[in-house]
C-alpha cells in the first residue's frame, strides 16, 4: 500500500507531473531521455563558460540538479557537492577577516588571469599589453 501525502506548492505540482509521466513506461524512458539532453545542454554551457567570469560553475551545478531529477548518480554527486560547499563555506567564515581578504585577493587574482588568457588565446586581445600601452602614450 502506497502512502501518498499532499504536496505544496509548485513543488509539489511538480513531483505529482513527473510522478503521473512516470507512471506510463513510454512516459518514463521520455522523461530520461528529455532530463538527461537537458542536463547535458546546461553542463555544457557552465562547462564552456568556467574560464570566462560569469556563473560556469553555477550552471554545471544546476545541470547536475537537473540530472539528479532521473538519476541515482546525480543526487549522490549532488549531496557530495552541497556537502563539500558547505563546509568549505563554515571553514571560511569561521577564519580572521585577514584570512578572508587573502582567500578573497587570492580568488580575484585567479580569476584576473584566467580571464586575461582567454581573452588572449581565445580572440587575440591582450589587454595588458593594450593597457601598457596606453599608459605608455598617454
Do not use: C
Amino acid at each position: 500500500m502506497e502512502r501518498r501525502r499532499r504536496r505544496r506548492g509548485w513543488r509539489g505540482r511538480l513531483h505529482t507531473t513527473l510522478d503521473l509521466i512516470r507512471a506510463n513506461p513510454t512516459g518514463r524512458v521520455a522523461l530520461k531521455i528529455f532530463i538527461g539532453i537537458l542536463g547535458a545542454i546546461v553542463v555544457t554551457v557552465g562547462i564552456a563558460l568556467i574560464p570566462l567570469p560569469g556563473p560556469g560553475w553555477l550552471l554545471v551545478i544546476a545541470g547536475l540538479g537537473v540530472w539528479a531529477v532521473e538519476f541515482h548518480w546525480a543526487r549522490r554527486l549532488l549531496a557530495f557537492t552541497r556537502r563539500h560547499v558547505n563546509s568549505w563555506t563554515r571553514w571560511v567564515t569561521r577564519q580572521s577577516l585577514g584570512v578572508r581578504l587573502v582567500l578573497g585577493a587570492v580568488g580575484l587574482v585567479f580569476v584576473s588571469v584566467v580571464v586575461w588568457l582567454s581573452l588572449k588565446y581565445s580572440l587575440g586581445i591582450d589587454v595588458v599589453a593594450q593597457a601598457l600601452h596606453y599608459l605608455a602614450t598617454h
